[in-house]
């Protein structure tokens, strides 16, 4: 599939989740696990015609280069994860939780600071695993890299130049897109915010409560072009999404 045929198919999938969402009414926190599930079936399907076109995905247990890529999160996603984190084993979860508040203010204070460099990884990376991956952002579940060591080749150069596969990552970003805009016809703060800052700002009580009721989170959304950033390098690699 050709860079346009792709851009093609993921608008007219994120207009296809807006009209069904546009029905939708209750908690759209509690909606999350049924929009993964589209992510992840759409996507395993994907995966699957590209294998059978000889591509192959390098992505498997121990490899977190891609944690330290920049995650936008939308409110709701950010609301589940802080959730999710609140359900951690107690040592687990305050070491996790002081990880992405610290995370959270830095990248807030340096929005452009060299996460490789830094040795700076998403906050959830606990003992080289995602110790939320069952309410991963859409962001997280449609990364797939080609090879291990084109991810990897980031910690001697310091720039992302792992390859990914867009006939098979449009997916989760067309459902996410989906998501954006119905939040947004409905009034709520539908931005998209830095992974470990918008939790960290979600960990008070009642967030659900706080959000659907129109309330913005205490911090700046990400720009067009922070939310492209490595992964919009990454782009540039691959040719037109
Ligand atoms: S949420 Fe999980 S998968 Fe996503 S960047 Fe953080 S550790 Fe990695």
């Known amino acids: 599939m050709t860079g ?6 993921s608008r007219r999938l994120a207009d296809r989740v807006a009209r069904v969402l546009a029905g939708a009414g209750g908690d759209w926190v509690e909606l999350l696990p049924r929009l993964y599930g589209w992510s992840d079936r759409a996507t395993a399907r994907a995966i699957e015609r590209v294998s059978g076109e000889g591509q192959a995905i390098a992505c498997g247990a121990g490899c977190s280069s891609c944690c330290h890529l920049a995650v936008p999160v939308s409110v709701p996603e950010a609301i589940a994860l802080a959730e999710a984190l609140e359900n951690l084993e107690p040592e687990r979860r305050d070491r996790i939780t002081a990880r992405v508040m610290a995370v959270g203010k830095r990248l807030a204070e340096q929005p452009g600071v060299n996460r490789f460099t830094e040795a700076l990884p998403c906050g959830f990376l606990d003992e080289g695993v995602c110790s939320v991956y069952g309410v991963r952002p859409f962001a997280c579940r449609g990364h797939h890299g080609q090879t291990r060591s084109g991810c990897e080749a980031i910690w001697q150069t ?3 130049q792992g390859r990914s596969i867009m006939a098979v990552d449009w997916v989760a970003h067309a459902i996410a897109a989906g998501l954006q805009t119905t939040l947004q016809r409905r009034r709520l703060d539908g ?3 830095e992974l470990n800052g918008a939790v960290a700002a979600v960990l008070q009580p009642e967030p659900r409560d706080h959000w659907q009721r129109g309330d913005r989170l205490p911090l700046a959304p990400l720009t067009p072009d922070q939310i492209q950033g490595d992964r919009g390098a990454e782009r ?4 037109p999404a």
Do not use: A
């Open 4 to 9: 346009l045929g792709i851009l093609r198919r």
């Open 236 to 239: 540039s690699h691959n040719g």
């Open 158 to 160: 310091g720039r992302w």
């Open 191 to 193: 931005q998209l915010y």
